[in-house]
């Protein structure tokens, strides 16, 4: 990095390139000094509008509002996803990054589902990386393509591998009261988990140590979805509801995708080398407390 980057190291201008669940909570607990965010609903614009937040209705074409943002930016969060020819972010506005004078740091909120497959095994973040989806392949690439373009600016691009998300407004309770919740149950099957509470604290974290880096996002129990549909019941004080076998399961594409891959997620480099400490380490303690907190209903 120049030294004019490491040096004048100015109020957090932060840029957030698809200004969805994740990124709205990272924003609410890092308190930038002034914030741009797209989306594509001018309804979610007014909702980022009374957050504080500046909104841009990103439809894929070009935008000065946007233009001049990245180019005033300390700080990008990327968390819309790629589409198959490619990051439309980066097509666009690549030149307006590259003239970011001030860009200390890039995010780029990925999935754990670039993994692929791993039969059941643990994976870190040395794991080779066989998606078996058109969406992880899409995903690799864009992860590539930011971390070379920061390589290239030499600004720290962090690469952050999410698990299944859930928090206020996105959880069991909300699919259990509406009826949507389904036990199905597949031999072997589990799957890694994050608050979207420990997503915003961990990039809080890198932030703080900036680093080409990638990290796994995700809890310490990997956990059947059964499991944390039964334990969800058992807190709202309803029967879960019955078990269905995975091959009888009525499932679409994407959803039958996931249960084809079996893997572990190792979260020790976010605890190691960022000094993170889930405030949920299990799907239990975060059920419990949206629970207890009554903020399950709640969208973040």
């Known amino acids: ?18 200004c969805g669940y ?15 965010g797209t989306t594509r609903s001018v309804q979610r614009a007014d909702d980022l509008h009374r957050r504080g937040i500046r909104s841009v209705v990103f439809d894929g074409g ?25 990051d439309p972010f980066l097509h666009l506005f690549e030149r307006d990054i590259a003239h970011a004078e001030s860009l200390q740091w890039i995010g780029y ?30 995903r690799l690439e864009a992860e590539a393509a930011w971390s070379a373009l920061g390589r290239r ?21 909300v699919n259990l009261a509406a009826g949507k919740a389904r036990r199905i149950i597949k031999p072997g099957q589990v799957f890694n988990r994050i608050h979207v509470e420990d997503i915003a604290q961990t990039l809080v974290a890198a932030v703080g140590r900036p680093a080409h880096r990638v990290y796994n996002v995700a809890d310490d129990e990997p956990a059947p979805p059964q499991d944390v549909i039964t334990y969800a019941a058992e807190l709202m004080g309803t029967e879960p509801p019955p078990e269905i076998a995975f091959d009888e399961a009525d499932l679409s594409p994407m959803a039958r995708s996931f249960y084809g891959e079996v893997k572990r997620i190792s979260n020790r480099r976010i ?14 303690e975060g059920l419990e407390a949206l629970w207890e907190s009554g903020l399950w209903r709640e969208h973040g």
Do not use: K
């Open 22 to 36: 994740s990124a709205r909570t990272f924003i609410r607990v890092v308190r930038p000094d002034s914030v741009v």
């Open 1 to 18: 990095m120049s030294e004019s980057r490491h040096d004048d190291r100015q109020d957090m201008r932060l840029v957030a390139l698809g």
């Open 62 to 86: 070009s935008s000065e509002t946007l233009s001049e943002a990245l180019r005033e930016a300390t700080h990008i969060v990327v968390s819309a996803g790629p589409e198959a020819d490619g």
């Open 109 to 138: 909120l990925s999935t754990v589902g670039v993994y692929g497959d791993h039969r059941g095994e643990e994976v870190d973040e040395r794991a080779l990386c066989h998606p078996t989806a058109d969406r992880g392949v899409w």
């Open 271 to 284: 605890r190691s080398e960022l000094g993170v400490r889930l405030r949920y380490p299990t799907y239990r």
């Open 153 to 173: 600016l030499d600004v720290p691009v962090g690469i952050f591998r999410l698990a299944g998300i859930y928090g206020p407004g996105r959880n069991a309770f």
